[in-house]
């Protein structure tokens, strides 16, 4: 792990800060680093208002999109929603369904199947709309890079509206409307909308036009939020505002699909965390493992009975999901060490009877073992399908795209990416990102960082600084949990192995003359044991314990030396 303090802001920006919140300079740092550096800055940050939503016609084609949509309600068109088979599809299609059918009954759903099809738009889901009468396809969370399926459409009297937030292409699909906020000829103020949150802001407008208000559309909120955590996008701008709401949704009156999921949870409160690690692997679980409609049929469910036997069958999938990562995580592993190839620059692997909708789950397990760009491949009919990810710093779309004469179709963004590619290409290409790899990445990036907010002393952490860390929340990308570092502690000797194989670590901290202890849990440290026998510094951030109804705070340790 390499430990890196994150530059320390202008340090006038930072006391006058501190002056105008009545915060302490810590506090007041840790904004200014977040590019919070006034006091309506800060209000916005920790108090989110629906006001601050932007106005949805602020959207390139958002007129035409919401012109198209209206014209097919007035002439009893039928409408197919479309989308990808993740969670931020499966959610963006019962976002925008459920809304539609508040309208007009002339509404379906599409969902590709994962294997058959694979992601994106697909000439079998075009085929499917024109055999079943439907003239206009609404897809979201994919599409922008569609151009031969939108014309096949094209040929056949169907539209499309597109509501996508990847990166577009050269050349955008001659659709009635694009909706993707990434666009460089698009104003709007906020570009990394998910895809479901592109589908939020096409209801938002359709409801304007019947008068209804922002308040109107807070219900969907746990869906958005859902997809906002899900798909990693930025915590910030409108991100933050939508899953703040969302979150107040999930814990207050959750549709009933997600009402299922938790309801044998015994947490009082879901933070964003919690619908990472909770809610979003079991919606996802049912396109991996069966197909993503199963999930739209639960996020859509109205009686709430039905909805917890569908959460029940998906949580069959989700636990044969976790036995499967598990088992082709270790084959990956054990083809790496056979190969000889664990001093690389990356991972690349491949074995064809690997399931599909694990694969880039497996990357990701890859990069917590190697720490390096991963591509996991496995055959897709005739070709071989890829989930790449890649570490911190390192973009590995651009990586991809100088290997694109060995690649047949791909897609993504900087640290995660899919593509396809004919068998006999599979080596040269392997070859071929390696040394693109070699050539471009800064080798730092090759050692996990922690990047640290502040140095702290542990009496710093009073009641109300806790109190305001735990204001900052919903935590994500460009908004993570702050992290600390104090020096020259010390366990009081009760430290010890915890857990069933002894992979953590319990500590009680203390810091120099100042003997209150502070409760810390080290998950998987349990081999530093030997560092506590003496003074040693710690990388932490804090959350609350709660034991027996008694709340404190806790150090969670990221590293110690």
């Not at 459409?153 to 909706?179: M, S």
């Amino acid at each position: 792990m390499r430990w890196t303090l994150k530059p320390e802001p202008n340090t006038q920006k930072v006391k006058n800060l501190a002056k105008e919140l009545q915060v302490d300079l810590i506090i007041a740092k840790i904004l200014c680093q977040r590019n919070i550096e006034t006091f309506e800055e800060a209000k916005k940050f920790f108090r989110p208002s629906l006001t601050d939503i932007h106005d949805p016609f602020l959207m390139k084609d958002m007129d035409l999109a919401v012109q198209r949509i209206e014209i097919a309600i007035a002439n009893n068109e039928n409408i197919l929603v479309y989308g990808d088979y993740d969670v931020d599809g499966t959610t963006a299609v019962s976002l925008v369904s459920s809304y539609l059918k508040t309208i007009t009954s002339n509404i379906a759903t599409y969902i590709p199947d994962r294997y058959e099809e694979g992601y994106g738009i697909s000439y079998k889901g075009i085929d499917f709309a024109e055999d079943n009468n439907f003239s206009l396809i609404i897809a979201l969370d994919c599409g922008i890079k569609a151009i031969d399926k939108v014309a096949y459409a094209n040929q056949k009297n169907i539209d499309f509206i597109i509501c996508d937030h990847h990166k577009p292409g050269k050349e955008i699909p001659d659709a009635v409307a694009v909706l993707n906020a990434k666009q460089e000829d698009c104003n709007y103020p906020f570009d990394e909308l998910c895809g479901c949150g592109v589908g939020f802001k096409l209801i938002q407008a359709l409801g304007s036009k019947r008068n209804q208000t922002i308040k109107d559309f807070v219900p969907y909120l746990d869906l958005v939020a859902t997809a906002i955590a899900a798909d990693i996008v930025p915590m910030n701008g409108e991100n933050r505002v939508l899953a703040y709401f969302g979150l107040q949704v999930i814990n207050q009156q959750p549709r009933n699909g997600i009402k299922a999921i938790i309801h044998q949870i015994k947490k009082q409160e879901l933070t964003i965390t919690d619908v990472v690690f909770i809610i979003a692997p079991r919606i996802n679980a049912a396109g991996r493992m069966k197909h993503g409609n199963y999930a739209v049929e639960l996020l859509t469910e109205m009686d709430f009975e039905a909805a917890v036997e569908f959460a029940a069958s998906i949580e069959i999938f989700n636990a044969d999901r976790k036995d499967l990562d598990k088992k082709i995580t270790d084959e990956a592993v054990i083809q790496i060490i056979d190969n000889e190839e664990e001093e690389r620059f990356t991972s690349v692997v491949f074995q064809e009877d690997w399931h599909k909708g694990v694969i880039g789950i497996v990357a990701s397990r890859l990069i917590e073992k190697y720490y390096r760009p991963t591509l996991v491949f496995t055959k897709s009919g005739d070709k071989l399908a890829a989930s790449a990810r890649s570490v911190k710093g390192f973009d590995v779309y651009n990586a991809l795209l100088e290997c694109d004469e060995f690649i047949e179709q791909f897609g993504g963004h900087k640290y995660a990416a899919g593509l396809t590619l004919l068998p006999e290409n599979y080596q040269n290409f392997k070859n071929k990102f390696e040394e693109v790899v070699a050539k471009t990445i800064n080798k730092e990036l090759l050692t996990q960082e922690i990047a640290i907010d502040a140095a702290l002393e542990l009496s710093e952490i009073t009641p109300k600084f806790f109190r305001i860390i735990q204001q900052m929340a919903p935590f994500g990308p460009q908004n993570m949990k702050p992290v600390f570092k104090s020096t020259c502690v010390r366990d009081n000797g009760y430290g010890k192995k915890v857990g069933a194989d002894k992979t953590h670590l319990k500590l009680n901290i203390f810091q120099g003359d100042n003997q209150k202890t502070y409760n810390a849990i080290g998950f998987n440290l349990g081999d530093k044991m030997d560092v506590v026998q003496d003074e040693f510094d710690i990388v932490y951030a804090l959350e609350e314990n709660e034991w027996q109804g008694y709340k404190s705070v806790q150090l969670v340790l990221k590293d110690l030396k």
